[in-house]
């Protein structure tokens, strides 16, 4: 059996969309017990959603753009601008440990589930925000998605697109920040149970697309806090050849596919490299005999890599290079990601049933616990839940009957 860390654990989230309900869906991975409160008419508002990049699914219940942040939870409808609806929030909100909320600042105080709300319900409670621009600073009340935020604004679009490029970069998939600022936050939940387990007091966790954003470029921003400016990538005219070491970079292949080599210490893996290019005749030559030669003529060493690495299609590379001991690597597909046999030995990707009892696979998030992968289920269906968790309320079947009628419950 997988070892769940956070059974026994309460999450209670009004959240929608990926950034920050992803969060929960991790936490479900590890075991929580989590309920996602959901609009009782429109559900997350990422339910209805259509993008033409398939992730609103094949046609079956199963919907990839919902599947992937909400796993392993349980859904109600709930109204929580009437009082009945606030106060049943209130009660789940007594036996939770955690509530989880991306709504806006004017939302939270509207609906009266900021953090003074809930703290007056359940003193211990840790309350987690996750915003676009942070909780401070005059921009807090603006909303965002990792595609405005994290990728345009924190740098990644600025830093991917060629100075000559006809337009800026876009995110390599959907959710790309979303997905890890959830695994931020979700780390930050865990940090702040284990203090709350060692000093009794809960934590206001706060994780903003902005700060995640920052972190991801911590590498070129910090290089700007030293020296005030960072290279642009170069353009798309530029040759591409290593300037410094002719083996780190991308390689075309015959077929018009890529290799990426990533071999930092070009001395060490130069020889063993050359022959699986069967150009031995390289090891010994001159220009490249040893690491200060091997530098001083990269563009030329680069030059020839590439022109060999032109003479064989990709999929020969792939066997020919297994044996390499420099660090490589295909520049794959999505649907080439997704049946990687590495990926797949380490038990990365799982399978699930839908609601209609389909086989189906789900990425799951990057943790494992002593090696073993968590096993997963699917996402609920919008309120699918309702009656059982009013049910634990203490509710009877007339009384849930009533709610809906009264439309606090769907």
């Known amino acids: 059996m997988p070892h769940r860390p956070m059974q026994g654990i309460r999450i209670l989230e009004v959240a929608q969309f990926t950034f920050t309900p992803a969060a929960a869906g991790i936490l479900a991975d590890w075991g929580a017990d989590v309920i996602k409160v959901e609009h009782p008419v429109a559900g997350d508002a990422q339910r209805g959603l259509q993008l033409p990049d398939g992730s609103a699914g094949d046609g079956g219940s199963f919907v990839p753009i919902m599947e992937h942040p909400n796993r392993g939870k349980r859904s109600i409808g709930l109204a929580l601008d009437q009082p009945q609806g606030i106060e049943i929030l209130y009660e789940l909100a007594k036996d939770s440990d955690v509530f989880l909320t991306n709504f806006m600042p004017d939302a939270r105080q509207k609906l009266k589930i900021d953090v003074e709300d ?104 910090n290089i700007a806090l030293t020296i005030g400016e960072v290279r642009p990538p170069p353009p798309l005219s530029a040759s591409g050849i290593a300037a410094m070491n002719p083996v780190a970079g991308n390689f075309e292949t015959s077929d018009g596919r890529w290799i990426n080599l990533t071999m930092l210490q070009p001395g060490r893996y130069w020889a063993d490299f050359c022959r699986h290019l069967e150009r031995e005749d390289l090891i010994e030559d001159e220009r490249f005999s040893t690491v200060e030669n091997l530098m001083a003529n990269a563009a030329e060493g680069a030059a020839i890599v590439a022109e060999e690495f032109r003479k ?46 389909r086989d189906r696979e789900l990425v799951l998030n990057p943790v494992q616990f002593d090696e073993t992968p968590p096993e997963i289920t699917r996402a609920p269906l919008f309120a699918e839940h309702t009656d059982e968790i009013l049910a634990e309320l203490g509710r009877d079947t007339e009384q849930i009957l009533q709610l809906k009628i009264d439309g606090v419950v769907t």
């Open 118 to 221: 809930l703290r007056g319900v359940n003193p211990e409670i840790i309350y987690v925000r996750g915003t676009a621009h942070g909780s401070k600073g005059p921009e807090a009340w603006k909303g965002g998605y990792d595609g405005s935020v994290f990728w345009n604004r924190m740098g990644p679009a600025w830093a991917t697109t060629p100075p000559d490029a006809p337009r800026t970069i876009g995110m390599p998939t959907g959710a790309f920040g979303d997905s890890m600022g959830a695994m931020t936050i979700a780390g930050g939940i865990s940090g702040a149970l284990f203090a709350r387990e060692r000093s009794g007091e809960p934590s206001l966790i706060d994780v903003s697309l902005m700060s995640v954003g920052a972190w991801a470029m911590a590498y070129g921003v």
């Open 312 to 357: 064989r299609p990709f999929s020969e590379w792939m066997e020919r290079l297994q044996s390499l001991e420099g660090q490589w690597a295909p520049v794959q597909t999505v649907a080439e990601v997704a049946n990687d046999p590495q990926l797949r030995a380490n038990g990365y990707i799982a399978p699930l049933k839908d609601a209609d009892g």
